[in-house]
């Protein structure tokens, strides 16, 4: 089935440094990519999506590139912030029902960050 | 427009009791969803509704039940609460994207 493989955490960073979190995934068919940050205490909100190979979404200093050759859609921030401290989560969307536009959301199980002054 | 809201934000229950989860949106999307987050599982779907009236089973449905009679609204009920549905709970709704609501954290004791 459809799933999505995040590095391990925690990751702990000082302020001003270079952030990759690797996510790789399998999955029928072509499915969209994304990346969600969820903030202590607070929901998921989307961080940035990309839905079809070589597509690079982007939002906030952060970056992550489709690439179908290697099924990964890996995170990345030049400069980390102390307010980047958060759990990402990468994700990816296949469709629930054959004919029909809903789509669900598979989680990988999510990467803690901490940024350090 | 409040987006995504739910009630209560936190709830601690005996085993054997019995609640209901409210998610409302505001934004008149069609899909609903109600997910459950657990340490080192990420989230994964409960049930979700592609319309009022309409609900359908996700990966872990077990021990819950859901009902969708107003468009905005999607109920996630426990009929009788295990120490295993201890999780926050998350509803989100759609349209291109996903927006989640803030969350509802479950004890069972």
């Known amino acids: 089935g459809d799933s999505v493989t995040q590095m391990e955490g925690p990751v702990t960073l000082s302020e001003e440094a270079f952030l990759t979190i690797n996510c790789t995934y399998t999955?029928?068919?072509?499915?969209?990519l994304f990346w969600y940050v969820q903030y202590p205490g607070e929901g998921l909100q989307l961080l940035l999506k990309a839905t079809k190979a070589d597509d690079k979404g982007s939002n906030k200093g952060f970056e992550a590139t489709y690439r179908k050759e290697t099924t990964s859609f890996h995170l990345e921030k030049g400069s980390v912030q102390v307010s980047d401290s958060a759990v990402y989560f990468c994700a990816l969307s296949v469709r629930v029902s054959s004919g029909g536009s809903n789509y669900k959301l598979t989680f990988g199980k999510g990467t803690l960050l901490t940024v350090n002054p | 427009n409040a987006g995504v809201t739910q009630t209560p934000k936190f709830r601690v229950l005996k085993t054997g009791q019995s609640m209901t989860l409210l998610c409302a949106q505001d934004m008149n999307h069609e899909y609903m969803y109600w997910y459950r987050q657990d340490p080192g599982m990420g989230l994964r779907l409960i049930h979700y509704?592609?319309?009022?009236?309409?609900?359908a089973k996700g990966e872990v449905p077990d021990g819950y039940n859901v009902s969708r009679l107003k468009k905005q609204n999607f109920l996630l009920g426990l009929e009788s609460a295990a120490p295993s549905q201890t999780s926050v709970y998350f509803c989100?709704?759609?349209?291109?994207?996903?927006?989640f609501g803030p969350g509802t954290r479950l004890t069972v004791t």
């Open positions: 999955a029928t068919g072509y499915p969209s």
């Open positions: 989100a709704s759609r349209t291109a994207e996903q927006y």
């Open positions: 509704s592609v319309g009022e009236g309409t609900t």
